[in-house]
């Protein structure tokens, strides 16, 4: 952990840097064969909806030694749709039906009566009507929609559009492949899924935020400068952040994977699986959008702008005429005393590299 920590300050200083602006290409491959491959699994396979969206029967046993693929095995048998069983702490069962209406919810019960040796009347069964579930979908739906128009509003106003932009494709993108995943894997989407789903939308911005507050501090004043990209001051922006992004993206998987493999997977806590899973994905994929989409598309935006067309051709003039002297175009101090721009840019590959001379604020301090 102390290399981790060593690693962190060295980063935040700048003597050490990961390219990531410059092989943005291909973490925007990367996502975007992952995005199509959730967007095909959703066509193909759909969601596998939970008894709340569906409609169906729970039925509840008391105490019985029959075991959970018995049980399973004969509601799909009495009822002809799949079913599924966990087993309850007192030694019951609780099994899922969906689909199944009054009349025919009769008849499973008197079949798993038989099957399971369990008294009829001790079986309890609840139907649950689709309309539950779609009340929480659509209003789901609701709140997510009016979400992301704030954040777009927010963003465009402490930050400006571009980001606002970035942000918005990063947190789709983060949505596409935590429902795509449960589409791959066919994991039963819930009431809890849904809310675990907005849940990660907070996180996934957080970290963004985090890496866009460091590049704004950092490209103040740019253009009175000659030294650094606007790509290469973003470089050093996420460098700089990346150790606390993956500080808290650790910290915040920890609990949430021991909700999903104790709590759901070993303890058999329905629930707290549907919530953790969308939660573990969902927080994983806005760590990596956070470094790999948002900012490096923040920087595409940018040096689409005339300025700092103007800005990197001056730079890497000035860069090619050092070269040609065999000079280091470092070497001079290019910059006015009143702009805030003194970072260094990231090195194209992790290692020693020089220090920028002269102010010493470091830009992404918070």
Do not use: C
Request: glycine share 10%; proline share 3%; no cysteine.
């Amino acid at each position: 952990m102390s290399r981790l920590g060593s690693l962190g300050s060295r980063l935040y200083r700048g003597e050490v840097g990961y390219d990531f602006i410059g092989k943005r290409k291909i973490w925007y491959g990367i996502s975007i064969l992952i995005t199509i491959t959730a967007v095909v699994a959703l066509a193909v396979s759909g969601l596998n909806m939970g008894i709340e969206f569906k409609g169906g029967a729970v039925f509840t046993t008391p105490s019985t030694s029959a075991s959970v693929a018995q049980a399973e095995e004969s509601a799909v048998s009495a009822s002809g749709h799949q079913a599924i069983v966990q087993k309850l702490g007192n030694g019951g069962l609780r099994i899922q039906i969906t689909e199944v209406d009054l009349a025919k919810s009769d008849a499973i019960k008197a079949e798993l009566s038989k099957d399971l040796k369990v008294p009829e009347e001790k079986i309890n069964a609840d139907l649950v009507g689709p309309s539950w579930g779609e009340q929480i979908a659509n209003k789901a739906w609701t709140g997510l929609g009016i979400f992301m128009i704030l954040v777009v509003i927010y963003l465009a106003i402490a930050f400006e559009w571009r980001m606002a932009i970035a942000a918005l494709v990063a947190l789709i993108h983060d949505i596409t492949i935590t429902v795509g995943i449960y589409a791959l894997v066919g994991f039963e989407v819930t009431p809890g899924t849904v809310i675990g789903l907005l849940t990660i939308l907070g996180y996934s911005l957080y970290d963004t935020v985090v890496v866009f507050d460091s590049l704004k501090e950092g490209t103040k004043g740019i253009t009175k400068q000659t030294r650094w990209t606007y790509s290469e001051i973003a470089n050093r922006s996420i460098n700089g952040t990346l150790v606390r992004s993956i500080n808290t993206t650790v910290v915040a998987l920890l609990p949430v994977a021991g909700l999903l493999f104790i709590g759901g997977g070993v303890l058999g806590a329905g629930m707290l699986n549907d919530i953790s899973l969308s939660l573990f994905v969902g927080l994983a994929a806005g760590a990596y959008s956070s470094i790999f989409i948002a900012t490096p598309l923040v920087a595409d935006l940018k040096e689409r702008e005339p300025q700092m067309k103007a800005l990197k051709k001056r730079i890497l003039a000035k860069r090619a005429a050092a070269a040609a002297k065999g000079e280091s175009a470092e070497g001079e101090q290019a910059y006015d005393d009143d702009v805030h721009v003194d970072a260094a840019p990231t090195a194209a590959v992790v290692g020693q590299r020089q220090q920028p001379r002269g102010h010493g604020r470091t830009p992404g301090k918070r």
